[in-house]
């Protein structure tokens, strides 16, 4: 009896343990970009260069960055996805990430002004696009 309670004890203590330790990893998110930018904000916004990838949306869809901004894309999904620079399913040759798995990520920095636009190719046609403005130095 007395040995039963130990191992009650020890399992309880163990539960409470880890309930403690998951409690630690909410909502509140802390991600450093390329560029050394902290988004300590507490919700799901993306830094200014930062694009997350849902099931078949880029959020947000168009940003605007100066030359020399390192733009990272997170695939926050369950699917795999692509960054592909060029129109209606197009790839114009400027950038392509290839395959992103889900949890993965790809980084392009910009180094010429200009509009930059992008799509998925197993989603292009759910309208998974997106564009990157690219604007001289504040």
């Given amino acids: 009896m007395k040995a039963s309670r130990i191992s009650s004890l020890s399992l309880f203590i163990l539960c409470s343990v880890l ?14 970009n390329n560029n050394g930018n902290n988004n300590n904000g507490g919700g799901n916004e993306p830094a200014p ?16 960055v100066e030359v020399g ?9 369950d699917v795999v996805h692509t960054v592909t620079s060029g129109t209606d399913g197009e790839h114009d040759g400027n950038f392509d990430s290839g395959n992103i798995s889900p949890g993965g990520q790809f980084s392009y920095t910009f180094n010429e002004v200009g509009t930059y636009p992008y799509f998925c190719v197993p989603h292009v046609s759910a309208g998974m696009t ?8 504040y």
């Fill in 19 to 32: 309930s403690i330790s998951l409690i630690g990893c909410g909502d509140s998110t802390s991600a450093t």
């Fill in 49 to 64: 260069n930062e694009v997350g990838m849902s099931s078949q949306s880029y959020s947000p869809s168009s940003i605007e």
């Fill in 69 to 77: 901004t390192t733009v990272m894309w997170s695939n926050e999904s």
């Fill in 130 to 137: 997106g564009t990157v403005t690219v604007v001289e130095s």
